[in-house]
């Protein structure tokens, strides 16, 4: 039987640090590495901290982070109601930035592909963006 749960929070920055603890939790269950427990616990900062700083201007915004725990992976969902993305292949590319006068690296989602076993992103603009990642747990993840 798989585990669930969802989790709404404010688009705060200090809310990533909270995602990343959630995830931690609800990951002990099943036991993880402690490369895989970091590797999940990277790309969940990842993609909440790009919900953070792109999704809503100064008005804030909610992010819903869902998540699935079978026996042998977790999908993970970060999703936000804000702004969306308009060129999705591009904000993928490494290096890709929209705030180069704040010190962004644009290696958010380059980071979550190199952690997870699979990364999807869907966004329409005006609407939201959610981030779909999963993890192979067990022995085949190390």
């Known amino acids: 039987m798989n585990n669930q ?27 993880p590495t402690v490369s ?3 590797e999940v616990r990277t790309a969940v900062s990842e993609a909440v901290t790009n919900a953070v700083v792109h999704a809503y201007e100064r008005d804030g915004g909610k992010v819903v982070m869902r998540a699935t725990l079978g026996k042998e992976r ?21 290096f890709f930035t929209t705030q180069p ?3 962004r690296t644009g290696m958010g989602f380059a980071l979550m592909q190199s952690f997870m076993d699979e990364v999807k992103v869907v966004s329409s603009p005006g609407c939201g963006t959610s981030v779909r990642m999963s993890k192979r747990l067990g022995d085949e993840a190390e």
């Open 5 to 31: 749960m969802e989790l709404t929070f404010f688009a705060l920055a200090e809310n990533e640090a909270f995602a990343r603890m959630v995830i931690s939790a609800f990951l002990v269950q099943a036991n």
């Open 74 to 94: 977790v999908d993970i969902e970060v999703e936000d109601f804000g702004r969306g993305i308009a060129d999705i292949q591009q904000a993928m590319q490494p």
């Open 101 to 103: 006068d704040q010190e």
């Open 36 to 38: 895989v427990l970091s």
